[in-house]
């Protein structure tokens, strides 16, 4: 995606990237003990092949000397269990995850690389180059809405 800002962009970013933060994951946290302590799900309908469902897995400090920062896909999303539609619930722990956690939960550096990857996934603008954007349209989007610019 090119980057000039427009309305239809801003509104995309805005919808996917409500206040700065990806609108379409889950967010695990399988606690100190383990190397790949965070594991992402990036789920909702981007441009993937038949099946596929990316994931990410990191540690606290996914770039750092004894960092691990992992993705890859599989047919089916990684944390769903049978009879389940969305993985389970924030605050509850899932059997091979860990305990299910919210964005702004993961340090700094986990985060960034979420917004890249997410980027990367809904073909965005690379969060390097607009690390404002998401929110600035946001803003000016939820604005025109309460202005009545918009309906729906």
Request: aromatic residues 10%; contains cysteine; proline residues 6%.
């Given at each position: ?36 302590r965070y594991?992402?799900?990036y789920s ?20 750092g000397d ?87």
């Amino acid at each position: 995606m090119n980057n000039v800002p427009n309305k239809h962009r801003a509104e995309r970013v805005a919808g996917l990237l409500p206040d700065g933060k990806p609108k379409w994951i889950r967010v695990y946290d399988h606690g100190d003990d383990w190397v790949g302590r965070y594991t992402v799900i990036y789920s909702g309908n981007y441009s993937k092949p038949e099946g596929q469902h990316w994931w990410g897995k990191m540690s606290a400090d996914p770039h750092g000397d004894n960092g691990i920062c992992d993705s890859g896909s599989q047919l089916g999303p990684l944390d769903i269990q049978l009879g389940r539609w969305a993985g389970v619930s924030i605050g509850r722990t899932h059997s091979g995850l860990g305990k299910r956690i919210i964005f702004e939960d993961l340090p700094a550096a986990c985060q960034q690389v979420v917004l890249s990857d997410y980027a990367y996934l809904w073909n965005l603008p690379d969060p390097k180059w607009d690390e404002t954007l998401a929110r600035v349209a946001a803003a000016e989007f939820n604005e025109e809405c309460n202005l009545g610019m918009h309906n729906g």
